[in-house]
């Protein structure tokens, strides 16, 4: 196996499936996943061949933001199961030769967090309330907002709080929903507290973090108002909400926590950070002593599209190369529209200047589902040739749609609610992992609603049923990662482009590998007997294959 536990810098080829353990798979008949039922399925993940699974977060949390709201950092929900299981779940993890990534939230917490309640019941001024970020409010009686600054989930980023005498008191920040007040990362019970959540996981045999809107954290000081005229869509650049210099020594801090388990059996530990950024400004996370890898979102965020696919490749590559970074590639999240639906959009690609609604364009607009299917099978076979690492999300490996016709009443995203019922937000692509059977819930409990609606046209999309087909997308999946495996051109490493015309993708990878996509109406031609694997069956005369619109190619060259 490419990255065996005893590997170092495994991440700089590393294939990690999210795993989203709400759906995932439920152990106990509740209609909720938990972390039994990731472990009852790690079969499933070895025999993919994926080399790592990240986990979104598990801690103990209302889920007024799927978890994203975190009350303890140091346990876990009572809905996914005890520590104990996630002790079980990274040994079993481990010896199937799989490594464990879990999610660090650190921009805020959940208002039930101990420390915000702390904060709450403590006067203005004081310790407890530096460790959020409060501040008085604007005009004669504190009623306005200290600044002008949104909430990524819709309307002001500012809370008004009562204080314990019954006054209407100061505002806190909250970039996200209203109960996830934002940790003042200037306050060093902050930093200290981090350090021991860390440290908590490492010490129990967790290879590494997601850290959650890693452009996020620091703000910049004195809160200065946006200019009026701005979207949150342009707070991606300069920004006093954003990325700020302050990142970088914590950064370093945390990397040198990581560095101290160098001399552990397992090796060094890792991060991937989560920002939606350019490349110039994400890959300084990427110096050497920062963060060792990113999501790399351009991937994600291009139109299916020759020359756009092109250029994004070309400078994610450059940019991480200036840092010494391996890359990554992204086709979709829990955050994002599932790629067959999304390449299925008469407009494929997202508006990279919106971080905060990247799905909400693709609502309600008509999907052609056949064409996203195609073109989600090419993708992968592009996504999984290209130098670096790669993210699989949970149901990729089955071609799954996002499901777009949630009842109202069955949402739960906050963007829902926040928006005033403009912007369905994320539920579409959480919906249950189908396992077998013909009829929702697919393998779930039917004694208990799944806690979202599962469709009742998956039948032929189970892990069940795509086992029994060669043609399926979870045999391309399989076929592809064994091949990575064994193929030492595959991972990380460099790549060229072929000559080629504008609507195709065509580059080498050394010793002997070639991956071709064809985005336009001109079949190319390629020697049949190179073939090691195509993204559907290619149409063949005598040796010679032709790779059609929205098809792809692995050759040996
Ligand atoms: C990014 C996460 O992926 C998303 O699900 C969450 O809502 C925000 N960060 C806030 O934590
Ligand atoms: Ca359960």
């Known amino acids: 196996m490419t990255s065996s536990p005893t590997t170092n810098d495994w991440w700089t080829s590393a294939v990690v499936y999210q795993v989203y353990p709400r759906s995932f798979a439920d152990s106990n008949a509740d209609g909720i996943g938990d972390i039994r039922g990731i472990i009852d399925h790690l079969d499933h993940l070895a025999a993919l061949g994926v080399d790592a699974l990240w986990i979104s977060?598990?801690?103990?949390?209302?889920?007024?933001?799927?978890?994203?709201?975190?009350?303890?950092?140091?346990?876990?929900?009572?809905?996914?199961?005890?520590?104990?299981?996630?002790?079980?779940?990274?040994?079993?993890?481990?010896?199937?030769?799989?490594?464990?990534?879990?999610?660090?939230?650190?921009?805020?917490?959940?208002?039930?967090?101990?420390?915000?309640?702390?904060?709450?019941?403590?006067?203005?001024?004081?310790?407890?309330?530096?460790?959020?970020?409060?501040?008085?409010?604007?005009?004669?009686?504190?009623?306005?907002?200290?600044?002008?600054?949104?909430?990524?989930?819709?309307?002001?980023?500012?809370?008004?709080?009562?204080?314990?005498?019954?006054?209407?008191?100061?505002?806190?920040?909250?970039?996200?929903?209203?109960?996830?007040?934002?940790?003042?990362?200037?306050?060093?019970?902050?930093?200290?507290?981090?350090?021991?959540?860390?440290?908590?996981?490492?010490?129990?045999?967790?290879?590494?973090?997601?850290?959650?809107?890693?452009?996020?954290?620091?703000?910049?000081?004195?809160?200065?108002?946006?200019?009026?005229?701005?979207?949150?869509?342009?707070?991606?650049?300069?920004?006093?909400?954003?990325?700020?210099?302050?990142?970088?020594?914590?950064?370093r801090r945390w990397r040198a926590i990581a560095d101290d388990y160098a001399d552990t059996p397992q090796g060094p530990r890792m991060f991937v950070a989560e920002a939606y950024l350019p490349h110039d400004r994400l890959v300084r996370y990427l110096e050497p002593d920062r963060l060792h890898t990113s999501f790399n979102f351009e991937f994600l965020i291009s139109a299916w599209k020759a020359s756009s696919l092109r250029t994004t490749i070309t400078e994610s590559l450059a940019a991480h190369e200036s840092v010494g970074a391996s890359a990554t590639w992204v086709l979709g999240n829990h955050d994002n529209f599932r790629p067959v639906s999304r390449y299925g959009k008469e407009i494929s690609g997202l508006d990279f200047s919106n971080p905060s609604a990247p799905h909400a364009q693709f609502h309600g607009t008509p999907t052609d589902v056949a064409r996203g299917r195609l073109r989600a099978r090419a993708a992968v076979m592009?996504?999984?040739?290209?130098?670096?690492?790669?993210?699989?999300?949970?149901?990729?490996?089955?071609?799954?749609?996002?499901?777009?016709?949630?009842?109202?009443?069955?949402?739960?995203?906050?963007?829902?609610?926040?928006?005033?019922?403009?912007?369905?937000?994320?539920?579409?692509?959480?919906?249950?992992?189908?396992?077998?059977?013909?009829a929702a819930p697919y393998g779930w409990s039917a004694n208990a609603n799944t806690w979202l609606p599962m469709p009742n046209n998956w039948a032929e999309w189970t892990v069940e049923s795509e086992q029994q087909d060669s043609t399926s997308f979870l045999a391309l999946y399989r076929t592809l990662l064994a091949e990575r495996r064994a193929n030492p051109a595959l991972g990380a490493g460099t790549m060229t482009w072929n000559e080629s015309g504008d609507e195709v993708l065509d580059f080498s990878r050394e010793p002997g590998f070639r991956c071709i996509v064809n985005f336009g109406g001109e079949d190319v031609a390629v020697d049949a007997t190179t073939v090691i694997a195509s993204s559907v069956t290619l149409s063949t005369h005598g040796t010679t294959a032709l790779v059609g619109r929205d098809q792809a190619v692995w050759l040996r060259a």
């Open 57 to 251: 977060p598990w801690y103990p949390s209302p889920m007024a933001d799927g978890g994203y709201d975190v009350s303890d950092y140091c346990d876990i929900n009572p809905d996914f199961g005890t520590l104990a299981d996630a002790d079980a779940l990274v040994s079993q993890a481990h010896a199937l030769g799989l490594r464990v990534i879990i999610d660090l939230v650190p921009n805020h917490s959940s208002q039930e967090h101990p420390w915000f309640k702390d904060a709450l019941a403590a006067a203005p001024g004081s310790m407890e309330r530096d460790r959020y970020i409060f501040r008085d409010g604007q005009g004669d009686n504190g009623e306005f907002p200290p600044n002008n600054w949104p909430s990524v989930f819709g309307g002001s980023a500012w809370q008004r709080v009562t204080e314990p005498n019954g006054t209407p008191g100061q505002w806190y920040l909250h970039f996200f929903d209203v109960s996830q007040p934002d940790w003042n990362w200037e306050s060093p019970d902050v930093l200290e507290e981090f350090d021991r959540v860390l440290r908590f996981w490492f010490d129990r045999g967790v290879d590494g973090f997601r850290i959650d809107v890693a452009n996020s954290m620091v703000k910049e000081s004195g809160l200065p108002d946006l200019p009026d005229d701005a979207a949150i869509g342009e707070l991606v650049g300069d920004s006093p909400m954003w990325d700020q210099p302050g990142l970088a020594p914590i950064q």
């Open 382 to 438: 592009l996504e999984l040739a290209l130098p670096g690492g790669a993210y699989i999300y949970q149901g990729e490996e089955l071609g799954l749609p996002e499901v777009e016709d949630l009842p109202d009443e069955a949402l739960h995203d906050p963007t829902w609610e926040r928006s005033g019922h403009t912007d369905r937000g994320r539920d579409g692509c959480r919906v249950p992992l189908p396992w077998s059977g013909c």
